[in-house]
Structures are given as structure tokens and as C-alpha cells.
């Protein structure tokens, strides 16, 4: 069994797996184009969650934003009377009508609007702390970011949230956060497809929890999709989002879908799911990590607690993927 990490050099310890919570929030647009995961089950959400914490996962990552508010709401409805047992992380910045569930890529990062979206998400929550609360906007003016470090170290010396972070890809803007602020971690895209080092190096120098967004490649490491499978176009994958990695008009990408049949055998030893075996590459990778991957069931949630029993791959495997990875130009 894996053991609890610490939030960078907080206090605050979590579970080597977290789950990820922007598909409970249910269906939402962002800038006209769907943006979640087509319709859900809040109850199965609830069980899922529930669930999660019988596994000991008990890091939950979301965001306002997600079902514009859903996401929040489900996480503290499922942890009512068992606040104390989670750790809660959700991410603000990005504007959004809760009404007719839009989310607009404008984003707003002033003081005044940090306070007002926190205030928000506790209500939502139903908590009175946030336990990691991180700036979801990826890309901000240099100027800016000791502005919003500022807004804050404020939220923390009123005890509204006990640290923070940012979701970015922005290695440059997350060094430099990280070098001015008490930050204590940032929220990136990792899994066995990409890899990131950049970011990677740059939470290992600064003391930083790695927290690993899109650790099953959006599903495609799941291994359900095949070339010929298509998404719905209410499912984020099925848009025309062009961040949208992995997928393409909704069908799956002809070189990641290569690139995983070439590691398949490798991920899935030792008797590991093709899910078990993607969250066993990053925990092998680096210790920083945190792999967040997406979870609205419960059968979700009992397969990938089934791989922090198995725990991360090897060195002599982590070295076979990566020469592979790397003859492909993949990673």
C-alpha cells in the first residue's frame, strides 16, 4: 500500500491518488462548445465519492467552473457530516453563468472577484476552509501574478483556505509563482502519452506537489477507444476544442492510439488494468506526483484503488516505455 504524501511543505497530507471531479459536474459550455462530459447520474456521483473515501482516496479536485457549480455542490452534498475525513482542492478565474450553465474563457483574476468566487465555492462546498484553492486560469500577465499571490496569502491569513496553487501549463509563469509566492503545488497535464518534464523538474527544485490532470489521456487510457470509436458531440472530447489533446471530432488520434498499443503489455504486468498500469507509470516516474484522474462511478473508483495496492512500476520498466515512447517520438 502507498503511503500519504504532503501538499508540498504544508501540513496538509493526501492520498497518492485523488480523483478528479470535473465530469460529476454534468453537462456545461464553454465559449458555445460543450465542455463536460455529457449527462450523469448524481446519485452514482454520490456513491462514487462516497465510495472513494472507503478506498482511501480522499483528495478531490474540482472547480467552479465545472457544471458551473455542480461539481461543488455534489462533493459537498456526498461529504456532509464527513468534512474532516477529505481534502478538498478546487481552482477559480474563469467567468461563467450559472443560469444557463456557460462558461466564457474571459477570465477575472482581481482581488475583489478571488474573494467573491471563493466565498462562492464555501457555500457550495458547504465547508468553511478550502484546502488547496488554485487559479485555474492557465495564462496571466507577469504583472499580475503578485497581485492575485497577494489576494491570496490574504484568504489564508482568514483561514478561508489553507493553501494554494496554480492549474497552468505555463512553466516560465509556474516558476516564478512558485518563486514569489507559498505556493504549494501546480496542476498540469501528465500521463505516459506526453510526459511533461519541464514541469515536473520545476515542482521538484521548488518543493511542489506535481498534481497530475488527464493522467488516462482523456479516457484513451482506459483503453475503451479504438479508431473507429466515436464520441457523442456533448462530450468534451466530441468538441471542437482545439486543447483537446488526445481526440479529434470525436474519435481518437491514430498516433496515441499507436503509441498506447506499443506499451500496452508493459502497463498492464502484473496482472494491472490498462488504468492500473498508466497510474503505476507516473508514480514511478517521479515522487512529486499526484495523478487526478476523472471518476463518476464507482466501479471507476474501485479500479483505480485496486492500483495503489499494486503501487508504481518499476525502474526497468519506466526505462522499456520511455526508449519506446521515445523511437515513436511520443513523450
Known amino acids: ?16 491518488l485523488g480523483f478528479g471531479c470535473w465530469a460529476i459536474g454534468g453537462p456545461f459550455w464553454l465559449d458555445g462548445m460543450p465542455d ?6 448524481d446519485r452514482e456521483s454520490e456513491r462514487a ?41 478546487t481552482k477559480f ?36 476552509y478550502i484546502d488547496l484553492y488554485q487559479l ?15 489576494a491570496l496569502e490574504r484568504l489564508k491569513q482568514q483561514g478561508w483556505i489553507r493553501a494554494y496553487g496554480w492549474s497552468t501549463t505555463n512553466a516560465a509563469a509556474a516558476e516564478m509563482f512558485a518563486k514569489r509566492s507559498s505556493c504549494v503545488s501546480i496542476q498540469h497535464p501528465f500521463n505516459v502519452l506526453i510526459g511533461n518534464s519541464d514541469m ?32 457523442p458531440i456533448d462530450d ?5 476544442h482545439e486543447w483537446v489533446l488526445y481526440f479529434k471530432d470525436g474519435r481518437p488520434k491514430a498516433e496515441y492510439v499507436e503509441a498506447l498499443d506499443a506499451v500496452r503489455e508493459i502497463l498492464t504486468s502484473g496482472n494491472r488494468s490498462l488504468v492500473q498500469g498508466a497510474l503505476a507509470w507516473i508514480w514511478g516516474k517521479h515522487d512529486c506526483t499526484l495523478p487526478i484522474p476523472g471518476m463518476k462511478s464507482v466501479k471507476q473508483v474501485d ?14 520498466q519506466i526505462k522499456e516505455i520511455d526508449e519506446i515512447l521515445h523511437s515513436r517520438s511520443v513523450s
Open 1 to 16: 500500500m502507498m503511503k500519504m504524501k504532503r501538499l508540498g511543505n504544508s501540513e496538509i497530507e493526501v492520498s497518492p
Open 36 to 41: 463536460g462530459w455529457g449527462e450523469v447520474d
Open 49 to 89: 465519492i462516497e465510495r472513494a473515501l472507503e478506498r482511501g482516496i480522499q483528495f478531490f479536485d474540482t472547480a467552479d467552473v465545472y457544471g458551473t457549480g455542480h461539481s461543488e455542490e455534489m462533493i459537498g452534498k456526498a461529504l456532509r457530516g464527513r468534512r474532516h475525513e477529505a481534502v478538498i482542492a
Open 93 to 128: 478565474g474563469f467567468t461563467y453563468d450559472a443560469d444557463t450553465r456557460n462558461v466564457y474563457s474571459r477570465t477575472d483574476i482581481s482581488a475583489s472577484y478571488i474573494r467573491s468566487a471563493c466565498e462562492a465555492s464555501l457555500r457550495r462546498l458547504g465547508t468553511e
Open 136 to 150: 485555474h486560469a492557465g495564462d496571466i500577465p507577469f504583472s499580475q501574478i503578485d497581485a492575485v499571490i497577494d
Open 200 to 231: 515536473i523538474d520545476l515542482c521538484e527544485r521548488n518543493q511542489l506537489t506535481s498534481i497530475n490532470n488527464a493522467p488516462l489521456a482523456m479516457g484513451l487510457l482506459s483503453g475503451k477507444f479504438h479508431m473507429a470509436s466515436r464520441l
Open 236 to 240: 468534451v472530447r466530441g468538441s471542437k
Open 303 to 316: 479500479e483505480a484503488a485496486e492500483a495503489i495496492s499494486a503501487g508504481p512500476l518499476t525502474p526497468e
